[in-house]
């Protein structure tokens, strides 16, 4: 290494960030706030904001109106197509090909992967809700993996500033399990959900409130309001919902102070046993398969949970032969996602006369109710929420009584009778055995070693899924609908797309892999700030809280850098 | 003219909204190639006709245009050709290019030749029969779902490689959710017929119906 060239000055920063999704545009935004000159490294294509293909397009625009093309969904999508509607045609764009970006499963596990510039920020849920006190001291005091090395209060300023910064709509609840956020405005039930939420609060005393999601109700930042289009997962021309393209990687652009390189795999971070830091990383150019080495004083992996932990376990060097940071023994370990798809679905007599009007981008959403107290303890460990709506049925519907001709015809272009349905999301347990690990026998086309999945739901998730599908059939009911159904057709861990843990928190360097400050124990000046840190999953959608804990992070690190600490 | 070319640009304009009259104006002479030459890629020739008819007296024209002028037959034809497993779509289409002879025992004579509200008697009676067909497989499949929870106990994970079943629903009810799909999801039904209103702006959660009130177009 050239320590004192020119060359090396050219290819030195401050700051870099690994992955420019949720939580790399954010590190992003905050280094470069911050002063700091940030080389941002994406393995995929840039994506400007407004460079949104299909999010004009309407049923009849769509290749087959839309029908997925059965051969290239086998022959490029095999995996990536098991959500049903990651691979549509509106969007498999944003979804890497299998055929390209191949990966192992010792048991199923669904890994939806976005490769380009904002990657999963842009197709992701959207739904924003806290973490509590109770998700952060649930493992300490039942004993589960390791417990938490922040509360509550550690994260509650951070939630309050990134949520001011991106603009999230919600209705306060005032509800312990799910605190209030700071909302810019609120989406409206609609009247048969009105009713349900009613019914539901007095009957079973849960409550049903509007899903809070990352949407503008008003302009905010040079971004627009939200248009009620519910076109959000094509990406969104008026940039009213948060992803990185439309907000955190242009008000890091605007400060001078980001480079920001596509087409760049990280293959590993440089580690230098003199300082016991990371100095740099090394990249490959995914079009060139060149390979570059870049400098600087602070790394932030945000490259997603499974691909930060798999560059932690290629960084080998004689200090750290089992993978940079894994003293421990626990990078890889405690893979977790939400485990879901069971719920009911009801029919809806009564409000023939009503409707809505605008495609509202959000549902309902139902507060976890178990295990809240001793009042509502239960046979397994946490808990879950719900996610649903109410609307009325359209053309796709069958009428029993009606099946062709001029009167059919008529009426499958009217509004049909309502229907409510919901899906429980629920919380997985940190396991030591859910893992994954890389194959070195098997490399991609880059020569990196493929990623391995051994992860499955255990005991505690398979024993709430009864209560799972059968509160929800209850709050139907209680609501006075008919023809309540459960279903159950559980995936594959991995479906949720909210893969958490494999190098979490915790106090201990013997048992954990980051510290409070989500840094590495034995490697100060990497941080690891996505999905990969999580030392629970809870069963709330974690992105609000992966931007909450980066931004913490940057400011721990800036610190740092300025007491020449790192 | 391209319409995404012409819309491509109007999200930037942020904080407020088109009206669906603009958006109308904008996508005015804009319509799919609909060439006079067209011969099938995966139905029969000499059943596509017979399937155009189907479709028709299903969805027939009214004060409203019929599934032929959609050429919602043609639709049918591009779905089964790409959207379906080759075991589904062997299933379907050998369904499918038999349907003269299943219509011709259910109408107890010529379906194309068939009058009046004879025709539209043969397809409800074509839906009837692939109903009970359904019903069967259903309860068949579900008495085998419970049968290995029963044993097995609840599934952790859905099955790892997709693999086509081995039975599959009657063929009409998938030629029947073609017609539909195919003709609501038309460009013209689409913006003329429903409720068209691509930008809605403000969401209103309890809007009360007016006389005649269609469903929007999703």
């Known amino acids: 290494m050239l320590f004192n060239s020119k060359g090396r000055e050219e290819v030195t920063y401050d700051a870099i960030v690994v992955g420019s999704g949720i939580s790399g545009g954010w590190a992003a935004k905050e280094l470069t706030d911050k002063g700091l000159k940030t080389l941002v490294l994406d393995r995929g294509r840039n994506i400007k904001h407004g460079e949104y293909p299909t999010a004009n397009w309407e049923t009849w625009d769509a290749p087959l109106n839309g029908r997925n093309d059965y051969k290239e969904q086998m022959e490029h999508y095999p995996k990536q197509s098991r959500t049903g509607y990651t691979t549509s045609q509106y969007t498999k764009h944003w979804f890497v090909k299998d055929s390209e970006h191949p990966y192992n499963e010792d048991k199923r596990f669904d890994w939806c992967r976005g490769y380009h510039v904002g990657g999963r920020s842009i197709t992701w849920g959207r739904h924003v809700y806290r973490w509590s006190e109770m998700d952060f001291v649930a493992n300490a005091k039942e004993g589960v993996a390791v417990d938490w090395p922040i509360r509550y209060k550690d994260i509650e300023p951070w939630y309050d500033y990134v949520e001011k910064y991106i603009g999230i709509q919600g209705t306060k609840e005032g509800l312990a399990q799910v605190p209030d956020a700071q909302f810019m405005g609120s989406f409206s039930l609609n009247c048969v959900e009105q009713h349900a939420r009613e019914r539901i609060k007095k009957s079973l005393g849960w409550t049903m409130t509007i899903g809070r999601t990352a949407h503008l109700t008003k302009p905010h930042k040079g971004r627009g309001k939200c248009q009620n289009r519910d076109r959000c997962i094509r990406g969104c021309p008026y940039g009213a919902y948060f992803s990185s393209q439309a907000s955190t990687l242009p008000a890091a652009e605007v400060t001078g102070n980001m480079t920001l390189r596509p087409f760049s795999i990280v293959h590993s971070l440089i580690y230098d046993q003199a300082t016991d830091k990371a100095i740099g990383v090394n990249v490959i150019d995914t079009e060139t398969k060149e390979t570059f080495e870049y400098y600087a004083k602070v790394i932030f992996l945000c490259a997603s949970t499974i691909a930060s932990t798999s560059i932690l376990m290629n960084s080998k060097s004689e200090r750290f032969e089992n993978g940079m940071g894994n003293d421990s023994g626990e990078l890889g370990h405690n893979l977790m996602d939400h485990h879901f798809m069971t719920g009911a679905t009801a029919d809806v007599d009564g409000y023939d006369d009503k409707y809505y009007k605008g495609r509202r981008p959000t549902g309902f959403y139902v507060a976890r109710s178990s295990n809240l107290d001793h009042n509502s303890k239960k046979d397994y460990l946490r808990g879950f929420g719900y996610q649903g709506s109410a609307s009325r049925s359209g053309w796709g519907r069958a009428v029993a009584e009606l099946k062709a001709g001029p009167q059919f015809k008529d009426l499958m272009g009217t509004p049909g009778k309502w229907r409510m349905g919901m899906t429980a999301f629920a919380e997985m347990l940190p396991d030591h055995r859910n893992q994954m690990y890389l194959d070195y026998e098997k490399l991609d086309k880059w020569g990196i070693p493929t990623v391995t999945f051994d992860c499955e739901n255990k005991e505690n998730e398979m024993a709430m899924r009864a209560d799972m599908a059968n509160n929800a059939a209850e709050m139907l009911d209680a609501s006075g609908f008919n023809n309540v159904q459960t279903y159950d057709n559980i995936g594959g861990p991995g479906l949720g797309i909210h893969e958490m843990g494999t190098a979490r928190m915790g106090r201990d360097p013997k048992t954990s892999v980051l510290n409070a400050n989500n840094a590495i124990h034995a490697v100060p000046n990497v941080y690891v700030t996505d999905g990969a840190c999580m030392t629970s999953s809870a069963c709330q959608n974690p992105s609000i809280t992966y931007m909450a804990l980066t931004a913490r992070a940057v400011n721990h690190a800036v610190d740092q850098i300025n007491n020449n600490n790192i | ?218």
């Open chain 2, 1 to 218: 003219m391209n319409r995404r070319e012409a819309l491509k640009n109007t999200g930037l304009a942020v904080g407020y909204s088109l009206s669906a009259g603009t958006i109308a104006a904008v996508m005015n002479g804009c319509k799919a190639p609909t060439g006079t030459e067209w011969i099938p890629s995966s139905i029969d020739e000499d059943t596509i006709d017979i399937i155009a008819e189907v479709a028709e007296t299903i969805l027939p024209t009214t004060n409203t245009p019929g599934a032929k002028e959609m050429l919602v037959h043609r639709y049918v034809d591009e779905a089964i050709s790409h959207a379906y497993g080759p075991k589904h779509k062997a299933y379907i289409l050998a369904g499918i290019n038999n349907i003269t002879a299943d219509l011709n025992d259910v109408a107890e004579g010529d379906f194309m030749h068939l009058t009046g509200d004879a025709k539209l008697d043969a397809v409800i009676k074509m839906e009837e029969l692939a109903d009970a067909f359904n019903a069967k497989l259903d309860a068949k499949k579900a008495a085998e779902k419970a049968k290995n929870i029963e044993i097995n106990g609840p599934e952790r994970a859905g099955a790892m490689v997709h693999t086509e079943p081995d039975e599959f629903r009657h063929y009409y009810s998938d030629l029947k959710g073609l017609i539909i799909a195919g003709y609501f999801t038309s460009e013209k039904i689409g913006t003329e017929v429903l409720a068209y209103d691509p930008i809605p702006g403000d969401y209103d959660p309890c809007m009360v119906m007016s006389p005649g009130q269609k469903a929007w177009t999703h």
